[in-house]
């Protein structure tokens, strides 16, 4: 009986395990252990998967190269006529063919910038052309480090707004998978997300005519953006636009601080921006040198405001206005500090339910659960009668432990799951099925109770094994496809899966044990 | 209580030609829905798209739904009743995947609102992009490639205890697949050779009950797929997760007369190999349907209770277990017969 009494520990162990995992979803306050936890698709919320456009961040490094060299160029005095990004990611340079240009141009590459690659070299009527690149190397890790900055920069957001237990993580080389539970204003929260928040301010070009350029002769070194209202009332969309130089000469980049404050003459939020020392003297500087002129500033090729600077400003502050709603100044507030994302990120898929969906779906699923359940209990009392009783038992310590597994190992219940919940009761008892139906062959052959029973589970077990080994590699192949709900769902079957081989093997079987050696009995009905 | 006698013995191997040509008929049959519906239906999971859950709070008509979404330019979109008649609920569908980014269930409910005079609640918004799609795809192939090829190596070596054998073929397998998946190689002509591949070794290397089982679920899939294209319905990740399940639950019942034929085997060595697989599938003809009734129960259950979003996934599941306890009587059990009439020519 040592064997028996072994057994018995060890399965009240596992039992009240599971239990003692199980209470808290029950009763929260009983232990601190976390409740199961419920997938999106059955607590309502959203899934994003965002994919960072790599290209563009090296396409923006290269600009900013472009930039330097123009200026390095400029304070050197090397004659250049024109250095310009072409094809996204390359620098075209071009330089008058003389001698001494050539020598200065040629040391100061080498000097400030190692880096750059030297693809071809031509001469054509006294002018020669350089188109410089960076190596793979160089832009592989530019890629890298935009979609790790993204997620960062993200990930700042999402915290500052405030949603409790968001899920976001990096998926393959460019992708962010985002989960947001009850999330209400899917709109904002993508708002919020999805905005690049490069923040520049640029001169207006003053000088050229805006018509004409709106006609299609935009003069070089400059762009027209647009100023975008939406009439709150009538929803109407206004497009106003400007010709703005296309020097960049402060960004976002030296931030300290943004806050939404109430203009007290408009009753109207704005964002106030502080910037940091170097920001600070960098506005005082560009402020002195173009008062009375407009100045631009761009959110995301975006036109808020340009104000006509009065006079030097010192303090290191500016205002952003827009007509603003104050949620719309909250979350750009909250974009600004958070930092800009080093390259757009594009939404390539969604996935939103609604809270009541999710209610729904619970409930749906505990209808059908306890229906199919019953079911299957009646159908194992009338056809196996006491021994159908037993594998009853079992069932539903089944479902026991697969909930104290979720709970345990911090699993995630999905719909899907649920489903396989189900499956599962209808999958459990057929391990008991085929232990009755061998005794019940044995029996036929004229065996005792004892021997038959013995028998029954010795012939039965290899096939039960065998059975669920092939479900098992199918969950855990599905588990490694799947995404979501799909994971929810082989989850769930494998927990299924093998708390049934253990109630059906063990727990069952010790049933058996004490009813024929414990209580003697003569008869079995099976 | 017993609904099959312990002595029944039904003559199911001389049948078995009887059972092959419905097999057969059923397959042709599933490709040639496939061809004519130009493959499956997929739905936004795999083919991209834009779907929206719609619950109005009472009955409005299709008509009226649709001049709202034409006239907020979704004139493409398809709309259709979801789930139970009396709950309102309604799925619109496009194939535009890129909408979201401007407040689309925003718009959607504003246009419904007003054209169906209605209140409507947003209950689901599910946008796939054409990338996520094609790769879902890829993935959902070589998961049910993968699936079917390491159940096949578990067959063989619990069966034939032919594990190294087995395990070197589907590694060498699936290490080919792999480095042609890298190449710009269309993927379900890819797996569609592998599977080819696949029979015609274990047909040469007389990797029997690994044949048996991997025909009998290329059946059991090929059919319920056929079914789904037969009836227009679509393709989800549910329906794939439920395909899956199929590969791994439709091999119980196979299993369960592969036992008892090799248990046989050793008992009645004298007998021909027609008798002994004859009365391993008699013998064991009440525990396979039962064990399929159970689940069926519970699958049905689901099936009509479980609610819109599960209701295919069900549907999926009691075709899968009905073709699975099927082909483990008339499909993989006659296959182990097929080398022995191979053998007698020579």
Redesign the interface.
């Known amino acids: 009986m040592k064997n028996f009494s072994w057994k018995l520990i060890a399965v009240f162990t596992v039992i009240i395990t599971a239990v003692i995992y199980i209470l808290p979803t029950i009763k929260p306050d009983l232990w601190p252990h976390k409740k199961i936890n419920l997938g999106l698709?059955l607590q309502g919320g959203m899934h994003l998967?965002l994919?960072v456009d790599t290209e563009k961040a090296v396409e923006s490094t290269i600009e900013r190269i472009a930039q330097e060299l123009r200026s390095l160029l400029k304070k050197e005095h090397i004659m250049h006529s024109g250095i310009d990004r072409v094809e996204g990611t390359r620098i075209s340079l071009k330089l008058q063919d003389k001698k001494d240009n050539i020598d200065e141009f040629e040391s100061l590459l080498n000097k400030e910038f190692k880096d750059l690659r030297m693809l071809s070299r031509s001469e054509d009527n006294g002018i020669l052309t350089f188109v410089l690149d960076l190596p793979a190397e160089e832009t592989g890790l530019i890629k890298k480090l935009a979609t790790q900055q993204a997620l960062e920069t993200i990930r700042n957001r999402i915290d500052q707004f405030g949603v409790s237990e968001p899920d976001i993580r990096q998926q393959g080389e460019r992708r962010i998978l985002i989960q947001l539970p009850g999330i209400k204003d899917?709109?904002r929260a993508?708002d919020l997300i999805?905005k690049t928040a490069l923040l520049e301010f640029k001169l207006l070009d003053e000088i050229h005519d805006l018509n004409i350029a709106l006609k299609g002769n935009i003069p070089p070194g400059s762009e027209i953006l647009y100023e975008v209202k939406e009439d709150p009332v009538t929803m109407r969309i206004t497009k106003i636009p400007y010709l703005v130089k296309k020097r960049t000469l402060l960004t976002g980049a030296y931030l300290t601080d943004a806050r939404v404050q109430i203009d007290s003459q408009y009753n109207e939020p704005y964002v106030s921006i502080d910037f940091d020392k170097k920001g600070a003297k960098l506005f005082a500087k560009i402020t002195e040198e173009n008062v009375k002129k407009r100045l631009a500033i761009v959110l995301d090729k975006k036109v808020y405001s340009a104000p006509v600077i009065q006079e030097k400003i010192t303090g290191g502050a500016a205002r952003i206005t827009g007509n603003f709603t104050a949620d719309e100044a909250h979350d750009l507030a909250i974009i600004l500090r958070a930092g800009a994302l080093p390259a757009p990120v594009?939404?390539?898929?969604?996935?939103?339910?609604?809270p009541?969906?999710g209610s729904?779906?619970i409930n749906?699923?505990l209808?059908?659960m306890c229906?199919?359940?019953i079911?299957?209990i009646l159908?194992?009392v009338?056809?196996?009668?006491g021994s159908g009783l037993i594998a009853n038992i079992a069932l539903i310590l089944n479902v026991i432990l697969i909930a104290g597994g979720l709970a345990g190992f911090q699993a995630t219940l999905t719909?899907?799951g649920i489903?396989g919940i189900?499956?599962t009761?209808?999958?459990a008892?057929?391990a008991n099925?085929?232990i009755f139906?061998r005794i019940?062959?044995e029996m036929?052959l004229g065996k005792t109770l004892r021997s038959a029973v013995d028998a029954g589970y010795s012939?039965a077990t290899?096939?039960i094994l065998?059975?669920n080994?092939?479900?098992?590699?199918?969950?855990l192949?599905?588990f490694?496809?799947?995404?979501g709900?799909?994971k929810g769902?082989?989850v769930t079957?494998s927990l299924g899966v093998i708390a049934s081989m253990f109630t059906a093997l063990i727990l069952t079987r010790l049933v058996f044990d004490y009813f024929l050696i414990n209580r003697k009995i003569k008869n079995l009905s099976i | 209580m017993r609904f099959i006698k312990p002595d029944i013995n039904i003559d199911i191997i001389s049948k078995r030609k009887i059972a092959f040509y419905i097999s057969i008929t059923i397959i042709l049959v599933s490709f040639l829905s496939l061809i004519i519906h130009k493959g499956p239906r997929f739905g936004i999971d795999f083919a991209g798209g834009t779907l929206v859950q719609v619950k109005f709070s009472s009955p409005v008509s299709i008509e009226d739904m649709k001049s709202g979404l034409d006239a907020m330019g979704l004139e493409k979109s398809s709309v259709q009743a979801f789930g139970d008649k009396k709950e309102n609920e309604y799925l619109i569908r496009t194939d535009k995947s890129v909408v979201t980014d401007q407040g689309l269930s925003l718009r959607v409910k504003k246009a419904l609102e007003s054209a169906a005079g209605n209140n409507v609640e947003i209950r689901r918004v599910e946008m796939v992009g054409p990338q996520v799609g094609e790769d879902l795809r890829k993935k959902a192939l070589f998961a049910m490639f993968y699936a079917l090829l390491f159940i096949s190596i578990y067959i063989s070596g619990r069966f034939e205890l032919k594990w190294i054998l087995s395990g070197v073929m589907a590694v060498s397998l699936m290490s080919v697949v792999y480095f042609l998946s890298l190449l710009d190689v269309s993927i379900p002509f890819l797996i569609g050779v592998a599977l080819v591949i696949t029979l015609i070794l274990f047909w040469v290397l007389k990797l029997k009950y690994a044949m048996g089982a991997i025909v009998a679920l290329m059946h059991d899939v090929i059919i319920t797929v056929g079914i789904f294209s037969i009836l227009d319905k679509e393709f989800t990740l549910p329906i794939i997760a439920a395909l899956l399940t199929i590969i791994g639950y439709s091999l119980n019942d196979t299993i369960i007369v592969f036992d008892r034929i090799r248990e046989n085997l050793r008992k009645h060595h004298k007998n021909t190999l027609e008798f002994i697989i004859n009365r391993s599938i008699n013998e064991t003809l009440s525990r396979t349907i039962l064990t399929s009734v159970t689940t069926l129960v519970v699958v049905v259950s689901l099936f009509v209770m479980g609610g819109g979003i599960i209701h295919d996934f069900a549907f999926a599941m009691i075709v899968g277990i009905l073709t699975g306890t099927y082909s483990s009587i008339f499909v993989a059990s006659p296959i182990l017969l097929a080398w022995q009439g191979h053998g007698k020519k020579k």
Request: proline share 3%.
């Open positions: 698709d998967a994919e899917t709109k993508k999805g594009n939404i390539i898929e969604e996935r939103t339910v609604g009541s969906l729904d779906s749906k699923g209808i059908s229906i199919g359940g079911l299957v159908f194992m009338i056809y196996y009668k719909l899907p489903a189900i499956l009761i209808g999958m008892v057929d099925v085929l139906e019940r062959e036929n012939k290899l096939t065998d059975a080994v092939t479900t098992l590699i199918a969950a192949v599905l490694q496809f799947g995404t709900p799909i769902f082989a079957l």
